[in-house]
């Protein structure tokens, strides 16, 4: 709380006394009457000469603040319903001239040519719109000044022409695809900027140097947008999807088709509340379309964190951001994670025993709908509001010669989430808050360890004072989830709480409790612009704080302090483009004010003249104890442990480009990773693309957690006992991608991803003193001659001094783990804003007890079982109405 309070009175003195700078460049657009604009792409209309061109543009890559190799101008119209703008993009040699043709929305190493507009004038949310010399289709909307969402997609036009001297693009933006105040006359924030890919380069028609933060502040003015009427927005997208799901995997006794028909209908709607305002609503969604999340074998106490893909929830998402961290590896802590929301159910009716039952049960909850109220108020208010409402979900249990039950798997559930921001000072101080809300009908006994309601609330700012130079932010979030007895028990000896933990004295259980709070806080101090920054902070977790029912977050109960050094240089010199520097150091505890690590890392990163990349850091941890490793048991002694990482890439805007990851680390006592990730990247042709990725991971943990989810047991002294073993894996996956366009309305994407992992288990040993300082005091390493392996009963048997009495009785949890997504995706956007997707997803999963990893046998094996096949066609029609 001390640095929280420090800071708050730093955030209210530098509120007062901090000055504003002003726009320097403006445009005054002409007005037209409606109708008058065809959007060909060529600029020989008089309209375009009479509006004024503006060619002041300044390059800001590779070299800033310097003239532009090509000249470029632009002119800006409107009328009652559209703004249009034209820019030349003039070019000495036409040859240079580069468009990739892609899938609507996809970066490509192309020419560019964007408008970006601030429609609010807050100097933080923008509009961006972009085309490509093969007429390809970019939009982005930028949040909180630097933050862009690249899934947001508008309804506008835009069309490029060929000319002798260079290319034009025309644009066409419908102004109710902005958002904008009600006023006589308009004044908003203008950027127009050109890529140039031959050259690396960037222009800009308002500059700003590298060394300052931010981006949408440096906008330049568009005024004198007069007259505009409010803007009826009222868009319905109506869908259909079938389906057939086909795998052998289905036929059984009481099922024997193969397959399996589905047939969905749903809509989405977009209304224009007012001019700042949107309401966004989908009933029955399908998502049929998305790619599928890699695969991985999860072997850890904690959940996988995975992206959002839903095109629902990922448009606009910014505005719902809450982050309850600071800096690199904390940005997936969230009081909001949309990923929960249509999430897998929570009980698998699996876990049951229904005897020669044969069960069908959902993947996923359906979501009957979700809507979302979003925009800015006029005075400065950014508005978040969501509420998603998910169906109750059960498994059926059908028997070959008796009755068919169903066991619910997941119950009926809202979810509600209310995010306000409040802009001082031109954007630069925030001020926001958030509150979010889970309510299940739990009606269940098997549903009784879920929380019937969860609660969180938070309040965060930021604040740039001294000309934008330096940077405060902070935060605090409360949680409250409230449940039966058995809810909360089991939310406190969870993998985030272990309130069991016999050696903390400041975690107790209370099997009584019915509901459970807790609260987070965050604060820090940067310096954000100039060669030389620099930042201090810490982030707190208390023992009871946890978001999981609507948010993300790992284990809690810690407490984390934290110093940045950087120095970086953007002047390209003769063979160094641009470097970075950076060193952090951190120390861990929690609220038992036990001490839990100390590190360091220090990394350098740079671009040479060819654009060429190399980056290399290490990071270095002291010893400290490990709170999690034995699943409730008390925290362990950990030793001193090294981690080194180096990267390389060429030229990304090559046809051809290639990059390299190699990772390896290591501890005292004979723990040791190695990992390496390369990729490449191979433009055939302008309109296919081909991707490869493979990634190999090797890791020993000599101390690897084996018993799973508790302790063991003496089978004669009935002892509880912690028991872990060495644990040797490999993990080989590769990722396939190819798009081919046919044109920037039609396009196939294929995606194909296999994944095996081995692993085996070996020198079981017995934890005898947690917190001793050597390996050998901690641990109890049992002889060979002590283990044994009953084939018969496949388990080891370990006779604790060979007296022929077995003491531990342990099943075999060697593995081979195979896996293969594929997704191939013909998209047909047949006319503006309406789609047809036809869709082909394969889904493949093998597993065995063995731990011998033979990569060659592990994919035939993979490939030899059974699939799971689904074939789609989903078509949406847009209505303007």
Known sequence: ????????????????????????????????????????GILEEPVWSRAGFRNDFIQREPIENTQPTEKTEFSICYDQDNLYVGIKAHCSDVNTIK??????????????????????????????????????????????????????????????????????????????????????????????????????????????????????????????????????????????????????????????????????????????????????VTINPDFGQIEADPAELNLSAFETYFEERRPFFVE??????????????????????????????????????????????????????????????????????????????????????????????????????????????????????????????????????????????????????????????G???????????????????????????????????????????????????????????????????????????????????????????????????????????????????NFGHEFNSFGMNLNSNMTFMNYWRLGAGFNIEGPGIHTTVLWGGPALQTEARINSWVFAGTDYNQDLSFNLNGNYGRDRVGSHWERMNAGMNWRLATNITLGFSVFYNHSLDTWANWSGYGPSYDLQSEKQDYLLAHFEQNILSSTFRLDWTLTPDLSLQYYGSPFVTAGKYNRFIRVINPKGTHYADRFYSFSDEEISYNETDAVWEIDEGTDGVVNYSLPNRDFNYRQFNSNLVLRWEYRTGSTLYLVWSQGIVDFINAGEFDFSNDLKALFRAEPENIFLIKFNYLLNL
Do not use: C
């Open 475 to 589: 935060g605090a979030a409360t949680t409250d989830v409230i449940g039966s007895p058995t809810a909360i028990l089991t939310t406190q000896t969870g993998s985030n709480h272990y309130f069991q933990r016999p050696d903390a004295a400041h975690l107790r259980v209370d099997s009584t409790a019915t509901h459970l709070t807790g609260f987070s806080e965050k604060a820090a101090l940067f310096k954000v612009s100039g060669d030389w920054r620099w930042g201090l902070g810490q982030w707190v977790f208390s023992p009871g704080f946890e978001a999981n029912d609507l948010g993300f977050h790992q284990a809690v109960d810690n407490q984390v302090q934290f110093l940045w050094f950087s120095y970086q240089e953007n002047d390209p010199g003769k063979i160094v483009r641009d470097h970075r520097e950076e060193l952090s150091v951190w120390h861990t505890s």
């Open 99 to 280: 468009g990739v043709l892609t899938r609507r929305d996809e970066w490509s190493p192309s020419d560019w040519l964007f408008v970006l507009i601030d429609s609010y004038d807050d100097n933080r949310t923008a509009f961006e719109f972009g085309l490509n010399p093969a007429g390809v289709k970019r939009d982005v909307r930028w949040s909180d000044d630097e933050r862009s969402d690249e899934n947001w997609d508008a309804v506008w036009e835009g069309e490029v022409a060929h000319f002798n001297g260079g290319w034009s693009a025309e644009f066409k933006i419908p102004f109710r695809e902005l958002r904008f105040k009600a006023a006589e006359s308009q004044t908003w924030g203008l950027q127009i900027k050109r890529e140039i890919v031959v050259n690396n380069e960037e222009d800009y028609w308002t500059y700003w140097s590298k060394d300052d933060q931010g981006f949408v502040r440096h906008f330049g003015e568009l005024n004198n947008v007069n007259n505009i009427p409010q803007q009826k927005q009222i868009q319905v997208f109506p869908y259909t999807t079938g389906s057939v799901e086909q795998s052998d995997l289905y036929t059984n006794p009481v099922h024997p088709q193969n397959y399996n028909v589905l047939n969905t209908v749903g809509l989405d709607l977009k209304y224009g509340v007012t001019n700042n305002l949107t309401l966004d």
């Open 1 to 40: 709380m001390r640095t929280i309070n420090i800071i708050l009175i730093g955030f209210l003195f530098t509120v007062i006394t901090a000055q504003i700078p002003t726009a320097e460049k403006a445009y005054s657009p002409m007005p037209l009457d409606n109708g008058k604009m065809i959007i060909d």
């Open 316 to 473: 606009g998402s910014n505005i719902f951001n809450y982050s309850l961290g600071i800096g690199d590896g904390m940005g997936q802590n969230s009081l909001f994670y949309t990923r929960r929301i249509g999430r897998r159910p929570h009980f698998s009716a699996k876990w049951g025993e229904y005897g020669d039952g044969y069960i069908d049960e959902p993947s996923s909850t359906r979501i009957l709908g979700a809507a979302k109220l979003s925009g800015k108020t006029s005075n400065g208010w950014s508005l978040g509001v969501l509420d998603a409402v998910t169906a109750k979900e059960s498994a059926q249990i059908k028997y070959e010669n008796g009755p068919t039950y169903r066991q619910t798997t997941e119950p009926f559930t809202n979810y509600f989430v209310n995010r306000v921001q409040k802009d001082f000072r031109e954007g630069r101080t925030t001020v926001g808050g958030i509150i979010t809300a889970t309510n299940r009908r739990i009606e269940d006994p098997n549903l009784d360890w879920l929380h019937s309601d969860a609660y969180a609330a938070g309040m965060d700012f930021s604040h740039l004072f001294a000309n934008n130079s330096y940077m405060l932010l």
